[in-house]
């Protein structure tokens, strides 16, 4: 019970970090973008950008009551190369890309978080799912955004 309330913890720092890393790409490509086709893309960046915050509270919030420590940005590594501010600023599908391979990922930890919860821990479960759904909408998106990008 111990080992696994570590193992949830430990997953739930992935999935902070996860979170933030998303809103430092999300404000550089939400300002960074320009073209006549790039509003669109910019305003939902900004948008997504202050719910991953809450999300990273949400998570900050449950690690703590779990027992464990939010950690400084000492310890934080760097992971999500796809979604780096390109060197074009008109290369909207790069963005789009590289949020949802963004979201993609954050919905895999998602999904081992809330697997490592099954019957022992139904709240950071509950918290998870909640979590979860907000990114699948997030990547939808985003595919939405590529199918009509992808036609031009
Ligand atoms: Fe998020
Ligand atoms: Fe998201």
New binding site residues.
Partial sequence: MQERRSEIITGLIGAYWM?LE?VMNFIANSTNLVGVKAEPIKQSLAADAT??VT??QMLARRIHILGGSVPGSASFKMAQITSQPPEDTTDAVSVIRGVIDAETA?IHQYRSVIALCDGVDPVTEDLCVT?LA??EE?RRVFQGYLTEYEKV
């Fill in positions: 979170e998303t719910e991953e999300h990273a954050v979590l907000d990114e997030h």
